[in-house]
């Protein structure tokens, strides 16, 4: 059975929302690797779950988001195994922002190190107003090892990304959002409605039409700008052989909502 036998990370299907929660609160929903496999492997399975829709990914307790790879295995690490966890966990990370589903990060406290880089695999960030973000790598002599060094300076520039893993500073969520690091602030009472909400939102839109922005958006942004507007124009080709097309347009001009199939 799908989401069976997980002992760090929980899962529920919310009416095609599956909200997926890290939880090893203790230790602030730090990654182990069974905890970086479940994820994994919670992913994998949600791809082919035709009940599922969208995800929102989300930390145990009160605290933390993920406080980061557990420090207690970082610290037995050789060079070779270090570049194996390293890979791994970018692999994993990777499946989540090639997902064909939205997928919503509620960050609820602490998102450091690993924590941070996970939520910068999710295509959408949503804060509480507790919550940090930051990594933290170097006060530990090492540097960001989940694709952090990479998807931060994309997203908020070269200069604020070497400042905050550099300095190793936790970015409060005010300061995150101005810096485009989450999408939106919320009281904390309010985040996982907000980020249900959206995904809901989202799920209730042509579902085919969603995995080709999220290929267009992630992948195309990795590309020269013709290239990327290529694979723009192509996947815009291949959305005009859907059902889902015909119907989103004929809904438009019967004036009644679209009852798409996501096919
Ligand atoms: N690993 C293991 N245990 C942790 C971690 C962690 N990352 N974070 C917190 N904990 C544990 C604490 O040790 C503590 O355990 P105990 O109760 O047994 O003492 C418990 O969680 C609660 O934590 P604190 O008492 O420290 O709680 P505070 O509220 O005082 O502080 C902080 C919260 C600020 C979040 C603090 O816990 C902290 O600084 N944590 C570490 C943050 C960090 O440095 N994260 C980065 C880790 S490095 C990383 O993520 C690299 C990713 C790339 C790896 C590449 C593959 C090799």
Redesign the pocket.
């Known amino acids: 059975m799908p989401y069976d036998n997980l002992e760090n990370v929980k899962t529920e299907n919310r009416d095609g929302v599956l909200v997926v929660t890290i939880d090893r609160p203790?230790?602030?929903n730090?990654l182990n690797a069974q905890t970086v496999r479940e994820i994994g492997r919670v992913f994998d399975e949600a791809r082919d779950d035709a009940s599922v829709r969208a995800v929102v990914l989300t930390g145990g307790g009160e605290?933390?988001f993920v406080?980061?790879?557990?420090?207690?295995e970082?610290a037995k690490?050789d060079p070779i195994s270090?570049k194996r966890?390293?890979e791994i966990?970018q692999d994993i990370l990777l499946k989540i922002e090639r997902f064909p589903k939205i997928v919503i990060a509620a960050v609820n406290g602490?998102a450091?190190?690993?924590g941070c880089?996970i939520a910068l695999a999710c295509h959408i960030r949503i804060a509480s107003e507790k919550a940090q973000l930051g990594l933290?790598?170097v006060?530990?002599g090492?540097i960001?090892?989940?694709g952090g060094t990479q998807r931060l300076a994309r997203l908020v520039g070269k200069g604020k990304a070497l400042e905050i893993i550099c300095t190793a500073d936790r970015v409060p969520a005010a300061e995150a959002e101005r810096i485009g690091l989450v999408n939106k602030v919320v009281p904390p009472d309010q985040l996982m409605s907000t980020a249900e909400e959206m995904a809901r939102k989202i799920a209730s839109r042509g579902p085919v039409a969603v995995r080709c922005a999220i290929e267009a958006v992630m992948n195309g942004s990795e590309m020269p700008f013709e290239e990327g507007q290529f694979l723009e124009a192509t996947l815009f080709g291949l959305l005009c052989s859907t059902e889902d097309m015909k119907e989103g347009m004929n809904a438009f001009l019967e004036k009644r909502a679209a009852n798409f199939k996501g096919k």
């Open positions: 203790k230790v602030l730090a605290k933390a406080a980061g790879a557990d420090i207690n970082l690490m270090g966890t390293s966990g602490f450091l190190g690993g880089e933290p790598e006060t530990l090492i960001p090892g989940y």
